[in-house]
C-alpha cells in the first residue's frame, strides 16, 4: 500500500474517535487502533502517531488501573 495522504490518515483518526468514543467522548487506543488497521493505516505505537496529531485529538492516560490504559478525544474546534 502506498503512503496515505496526511488527509485521508486525519479523516480516519477523527472517524476512529467517533465510532470508539464512550458517552464521555473518551475512545480507547486499543479500540481506535482496531479500527484504524482494518482502514490500511499502518504505525508503530498509536500513542505516537496521534501526538502528531494533537490538533485533532487530545491523549488520556489512566494509571489508577494496571496497565495503563490510554484513550483519544477530540479536540474541541474554537
Avoid: T
Wanted: with cysteine; glycine share 6%; charged share 30%.
Amino acid at each position: 500500500m502506498s503512503i496515505m495522504e496526511k488527509s485521508e490518515l486525519e479523516n480516519i483518526i477523527i472517524e476512529a474517535v467517533d465510532k470508539c468514543a464512550d458517552e464521555n467522548g473518551w475512545a480507547n487506543l486499543a479500540k481506535m487502533g482496531a479500527f484504524m488497521r482494518k482502514q490500511g493505516v499502518k504505525y508503530g505505537r498509536l500513542s505516537r502517531l496521534l501526538k502528531e496529531y494533537d490538533h485533532l485529538v487530545e491523549i488520556r492516560i489512566d494509571d489508577s488501573i494496571q496497565p495503563p490504559v490510554a484513550y483519544a478525544k477530540r479536540v474541541q474546534e474554537s
